[in-house]
Structures are given as C-alpha cells and as structure tokens.
C-alpha cells in the first residue's frame, strides 16, 4: 500500500493548520457566542489522515467534536465559523451550531451531539452503498467515550453481521502520554481488543503520526471497499491541555510553527514534542519537502483564511427568528 | 367495493411496494405481530424475501442504520414489532432522524417508516400495550400515521413508503388486523394530512384515531339506535401533518366534539386534539370537550382490568350523551 504522496502531505500540513488555526479562533471568540463547544486540537492527524484515504463520493459521520473532520473534508472554514456563531449564513443556518456542523455535498452527512448518535447511520450509509452497489465506504469519527453507548456495540455488531463497508474510527485523546483505559470507562482494557468481540480487525495507531494514521485507514478502507466488511481503528491521541471541562482555552497559547525546530523548555514541552502539527513539519523539512519558510508561508496563509473566515462570520447577519420555521420538514 | 381485512390490506400495501421501488427495504417484517393477521404477511416475506433484513434485537442500531440509508436513497421501512421496542431506539428516532432535515438546514433528511404495534392487544400486560404515538407526535419533525381503516393502512403505508421524504412512525393498533373495510382494488396513495369523514352526522362530532374509529363507529349506531343522536365520526389518519380544517369544519357543524384515542390522556392524542378545537373553535362549541382515553394506569394484565382501562365503546357512548344532555 502506498503512502501519501509529497503533494498529500503538503497538503495535509496545511489542513492540519487550517484545523488548528481555526480552533485557536473559536477559543478566542468564546464571548461572541452562547454555546459551549468541543475543540479538535492535537487530533488533527486523525481527520486528515482518514479523508486523505477516503473518495471524494465517500460518506463520514461526526460528533460535537466535529470541526476536525468538517475541515479535515474541505467545508468552508468561514461558514463552519459562521455555524458556531449561529449566523445565517452559517454551513446549517444557525440551527445546528458548533455540535452539527455538516456539509451533505462533502459527504459529511450527520453530526450528533449525543456521543454515539450518528455511528448507527454510518452503518446505514454504508449498508445503502452495498445495496446501491456505489463503492462508497462510510466512516464513523467517535470518541472514547462513545464507546460507553449501546449505539455503538448494537452497531458494530450490526456492521459484522451484515458485513458493510464502513470503518469505526475511534478516537481516544486521553491515550497518550499514558496508556490508560480508566480514562475511557472501559472495561475491556486497550480498546482495540473491542473489535475482537464481533470478530472485525482492529487496528490501533498513533493518532498523532499522519503517515501512520493513512497507513491504517487506507488499509481498512480498503477491505471495507472491496468486499471486505467493516473495521474498529483507535487512534491514540493526547488530551489538548487547555481543554477542561466544556471550555477549551488557550492555555498554552496559539501554536507557534517555530517550535517544531525551535521548542521553549516549558510545561507544555511535552505536548509540543507529539504535537502532530509540529511533528509534520519538522518531518516534512528534514525530509527534504518543504523549507522552513515554506511551511511557515503555508501556515501565513492559513492564519489569513481564518482571519477572513471570523470576519465573515462576525459580518454574517443573524437568521430571521421565523426561519425556525423552516426545514423541519423536507 | 371489496372488504378486506386490515392486514390483508397491509399486506398487499408491502407486496406493492416491494414490487415497485427496488430501493424498498424492510428490516424486520413481523408487520402483524403475534396476531392471525400473519396469514396474509407470510406470502409477502416469502416471495420478497432477498428484501428483507431480519436484525436482531437492536432496536437502537437498526432504527439507526435506516436512517443513515435513508438519507442517501434507499427507502428502509423498519419493523419495530410492538411499539414499546421503540423505546429502545428512541434515542435515533427522535434525537435523529427527526432533526435530521431541520439540523441540517434541509440539506439532509432521513424518509424512513417506523412500523410499529400499539395499544392494548389482549393480555399484553404493563409493557407490551403501550401506545407511544403522543409522545411521536410531541416531536416536530416526525410524520405519525394512525391508520384506522384497511383503506387507510393500505394507502398510507404507500404513500410513506414511497412518496414521504419525511421520517414516519407507522402505528398499527394489533386489535385492528382483523377488522374488514372497503378498499378499492389496485393501486392507490393516501397522501398525509387528509382526514376522512368515516360517517356523517349533525349532532356531535367524534373525532377518532387508530382503534378508535371502529369503536366510535360502533358508538354512533348505539346513538342513532337507542338515542337518535347523529354523530359524525372524524378519522384525522395522520397526526403530523394534521388536517385541522376537516376537523374543524365539523365541530362547526356539530358544535359538540368527543376526541377519542387509546393513549393516555395527559398530553395526548385526545388532549393535543382538544386543545387545538379550543383554541380554534371555541365560539363554535355548545358543550365542553370530553376526552376518552386509556385510563391513567400502566396497562394490567387480567382481562376485567384489561377492559376497564381500555377507552372502550361504552366510554365513547357516555360521553356523547353526556354532552348532549347540557
């Protein structure tokens, strides 16, 4: 199986900054809207990597933590900002907010709030693929905790009995430094072990390795595209450290892209070291494929799209209360 | 016109609509639960029966995976069995497949049928008579279909399958599947949001859902017989949408109204019904409202218990003359 191409990788670097960018500009804008939301910072490898393997026909399935794999999809930064502030011109028109965001004509079909909401649809999506015969493979993005839901057991049983072409990607981001199942609730132990359960391959990586993740996730869309059935992937990533209780904060500042060469001896080092945005770019410069000002040009550009994207977001006007009305029914 | 039974007609409403849209997909198909109405769905599973998915009991991820199929072209009618399983999945039938469209600003929705056995079925104790359809119909974003005809399952359940592009709970009520109506021969669609005037009458309206029309039925020829009191019985069909003025025109008519469904009352069928007479007939109204409903008790077991609960012919009866002596 081939990896990612230098392009790819070029190009993940960049959405990877996109991802990280615009989660710095929603801790940022934390007064300008009611809601609480969900930061994907420090998971950004997991959503590129996946929808780097994935057809552009393809269908994914997200949570609250949904900006990731929105962005991951190529949805317009500006108006999944627009979302989270719930203005009209917003990806859902300001009914679904920051936990909802979705775009259908980019397959991001739902996005639940509740944490195992939208896995049984994935299998559905991937169910219609076998019986439209499309070839499409439908992914589910979850967290740890999702796996806490029956949703999840009924659906991946479903899944292995049925044998569709969907991919559970769970996603634990409090696995890393150290391992430890307690903080997922899990009985089981390490958490891929679950797959074993409904006789389904499971596959564990570290969520923070872009390569890795591609690797994986081509590996197990490809079973599930050539006939194969369905696969558990757990991605091992690493709770962001201004993320506590349902405010994420700045607490160790905006990343700065320096750091990959350059890292401050401070508490955060740790977490700056498996960074997965740092890590790609010092890999992609040692290796040869970008320069340093090269990659920090990518990152200029990326600060300038979401700076743009929170003025149309701020300038977008509010939805006239009476389209509360609208779309209830198709 | 032909009577057929009412599973017979449900019967031949799924055979259809199997045969007409290869995007048609059943999970599960019990469609007749435990009853003698299994006769005419048999054949249907039989001759169909690479369409049919039979789940296991996952009510939560099959109500799910149809949603998700739903959204993307395949037309899923889930059988839930009896009624009181959705709450398994109720979590993907109201907290997903109701929001989908509305969440999504329209770019998705998810036109699955919810099939599901309702109501006091005859030793089916506290937890298999419950009849959740209020609590559907309490959902913006879902169509509730009560079907209280053969006429009605047959057309209704067609037009949900085929042309709805809204999600459907499909209620049934067990007792009903044996009960023979008019059903015209062939092919026919009962668009949502058409109620039907089962009977004409100038005294009272009795405003019916599901079981509920028979019996009101039944209650109005003891009116006419024994009282020569003229009830008009009402049949709404489906609950969302609702036709409001079908309904309301009668009331206007009559100027006394009985609403009548086998649910429990508070915040009810028959109490959504009356609120909105109410509001939107008061100047019409000669008498109050009267509700009959399924008495306030989870449903018991031994049948005098049973029948007692049960918002029987008898209550409908009391009622009208109780509003026709003001």
Known sequence: MSGLSTEQRREALRRMLLIRRFEEATMKMREEYPGHYHVYCGQEATAVGVCAALRADDHIVTTHRNHGHNLARGVDPARALAEVLGKATGTCGGKGGTFHIMDASLGVMSASGIVAGSIPQAVGLALAARLQQSGRVAVAFFGDGALNEGAFHEAINLAALWTVPVVFVCEFNEAIPAYDTRNAGMAVGELVRLADSYSLPGLAVDGRDLDAVFQVASQAIERARSGGGATFVESRTQWYPGYQGRWARLTPGETDLRHAWEPPDDQYAEWRANDPILRLARELVDEGVLTRHAAERIDADVRSEIERAVEFARSSPWPAPETAYTDIYA | ?326
């Open chain 2, 1 to 326: 016109m032909r009577q057929i039974p009412y599973a017979e007609a449900l019967a031949e409403a799924l055979d259809e609509i199997l045969s007409e849209n290869p995007l048609v997909t059943l999970i599960g198909a019990s469609f007749a639960g435990q009853t003698s109405g299994q006769r005419f769905i048999e054949p249907v599973r039989q001759k169909h029966a690479d369409r049919i998915k039979w789940p296991p009991i996952a009510e939560l991820a099959y109500c799910g995976i149809g949603i998700g199929a739903s959204m993307v072209g395949i037309r899923p009618i889930m059988e839930l069995s009896t009624a009181t399983f959705s709450y398994e999945a109720i979590p993907q039938i109201v907290n997903e497949a109701a929001i989908a469209c509305s969440n999504s600003a329209g770019q998705t929705t998810a036109p699955a049928v919810f099939h599901m056995l309702h109501g006091i079925r005859g030793a089916g104790a506290v937890q298999h008579s419950g009849s959740p359809h209020p609590w559907y119909w309490n959902t913006p974003g879902l169509y509730v279909a009560v079907p209280g005809t053969p006429a009605d399952v047959k057309g209704l359940l067609r037009w949900a399958a085929l042309d709805s592009r809204n999600p459907t709970v499909f209620v049934s009520h067990s007792g009903l599947m044996e009960t023979t109506g008019p059903v015209p021969e062939g092919r026919f669609n009962l668009p949502f949001g058409q109620a039907q005037i089962e009977r004409a009458g100038t005294d009272v309206t009795v405003v019916a859902c599901g079981i509920q029309v028979p019996r009101a039925l039944d209650a109005a020829e003891t009116l006419a017989g024994e009282d020569g009191i003229q009830a008009e019985v009402v049949n709404p069909r489906t609950l969302d949408p609702l036709d409001k003025a079908t309904i309301l025109a009668s009331v206007r008519k009559t100027g006394r109204v009985v609403v009548t469904d086998e649910s429990h009352d508070v915040c009810g069928v028959a109490a959504g019904l009356a609120a909105i007479i109410a509001d939107e007939a008061f100047d019409a109204l000669r008498a109050p409202i009267k509700r009959v409903s399924t008495l306030p008790v989870p449903v018991p077991y031994s049948q005098p218990m049973e029948d007692f609960v049960t918002p029987r012919v008898e209550r409908i009866v009391g009622a009208v003359r109780d509003i026709l002596r003001r």
